[in-house]
């Protein structure tokens, strides 16, 4: 089904432990974003990507890199987990470009569900 | 600083009658809103949204209406049904001309609709 993937969907770190999360989508769509949900705090944007080879940061983006090396794929990484960073994360993508209402319809992964101990 | 405010977390509705979700923003340079429905353990879908040239977008029981004098947008669902119990994120972008589809999300409010 086309749509946003994200992997995994369940994570447990341990304090200063690194990983990826994985994101990938095949609809061709030029913008990804990545972003976390906390209870109280709704959904905060870490990193967002505007194409291949260009990124750039959101509202929360330390502790987090990204890099987009391929329209298709944009993977979060946390280089020294830590507590603060439990979360579950949302990774999302879009058309990019004309001003209609309907290319702002975000498609969403399921997330990706992480705590750090 | 939140730009975009949902100050009710929850909402709770009779099945059949109106709900009507409520949302505020702080930035004047917005200029699409958007509002997003999520289940528990699934990502938001979008659901409707509304240009800052509009005061109102209609789809099907879904209409959102949009006050640009008193930065508040609303979401009304009617008739509410059962179905409709999730958490609804209201959005805001800022139009950068093409270079950018940055989206600021609310907090949420946690729709039930009551048999």
């Known amino acids: 089904n086309a749509g946003v993937t994200q992997t995994p969907k369940f994570q447990v770190l341990k304090t200063g432990q690194s990983m990826t999360l994985q994101c990938a989508q095949d609809m061709n769509h030029e913008y990804m974003s990545w972003y976390r949900q906390d209870p109280g705090m709704g959904l905060r944007l870490i990193h967002y990507s505007v194409g291949a080879g260009i990124t750039d940061q959101?509202?929360?983006?330390?502790?987090?890199?990204?890099?987009?090396?391929?329209?298709e794929d944009f993977p979060l990484r946390l280089l020294s987990a830590a507590p603060s960073q439990t979360s579950v994360y949302f990774c999302a993508s879009s058309r990019s470009g004309a001003p209609n209402p309907a290319n702002y319809g975000y498609t969403f992964g399921s997330g990706t569900r992480l705590t750090v101990v | 600083d939140q730009q975009v405010k949902q100050n009710s977390p929850s909402l709770s509705v009779q099945e059949g009658r109106i709900s009507i979700l409520n949302c505020d923003y702080t930035n004047s340079m917005f200029d699409y809103f958007l509002w997003y429905k999520k289940y528990p353990a699934e990502g938001p879908t979008f659901l409707i949204s509304i240009s800052s040239i509009k005061d109102k977008n209609e789809d099907g029981r879904f209409t959102v209406f949009l006050n640009k004098s008193a930065k508040h947008l609303s979401l009304h669902i009617v008739p509410s049904q059962p179905g409709d119990s999730a958490v609804y994120f209201c959005a805001a972008s800022e139009w950068y001309g093409g270079a950018t589809n940055k989206l600021i999300f609310g907090t949420g409010t946690l729709l039930a609709v009551q048999p």
């Not at chain 1, 987090?64 to 329209?71: E, I, K, M």
Request: glycine content about 14%.
């Open chain 1, 58 to 71: 959101g509202e929360v983006p330390n502790g987090y890199n990204v890099s987009r090396s391929t329209t």
